[in-house]
């Protein structure tokens, strides 16, 4: 199965990353301490975070599903949903409403524990 990791799923995996996952551009700019940036650094170099940046199809259908349902999501939310289901993969988060939307666009999801 395919995963996508949002920022909370970087932030809260205090040991080596595990599974390998996509992640947008966004995920990463959003990095800002040395100590999890090397890390992400080091999973991008082996191949367990692969980058990519969603479809703009799917972004388009992520955000009709905010405005419908009036969730609080932000720009980097909106992207890894939609790279979620641009690739039919889970998407791991511990973001209440990016879990929410997840739900209402039928992508599955993994709530990362902190």
Excluded: W
């Excluded at 996508?4 to 996952?21: K, M, R």
């Excluded at 995920?27 to 301490?33: F, P």
């Excluded at 289901?85 to 209440?96: G, N």
Aim: proline letters at 2%; a neutral charge; aromatic letters at 6%.
């Amino acid at each position: 199965m395919v995963n996508v990791f949002d920022t909370s799923a970087i932030l809260n995996n205090f040991g080596p990353i595990e599974i390998s996952a996509y992640i947008t551009n966004s995920v990463i700019s959003e990095i800002k301490d040395f100590e999890f940036r090397t890390k992400l650094n080091n999973a991008i170099s082996i191949g367990k975070l692969k980058i990519q940046d969603p479809s703009e199809a799917s972004i388009e259908k992520v955000k009709e599903i905010k405005t419908k349902n009036k969730l609080k999501l932000s720009e980097t939310d909106i992207e890894v949903i939609a790279l979620a289901l641009d690739k039919k993969a889970i998407l791991h988060s511990d973001d209440y409403n990016l879990l929410h939307a997840c739900r209402l666009l039928d992508i599955k999801t993994e709530k990362i524990i902190r």
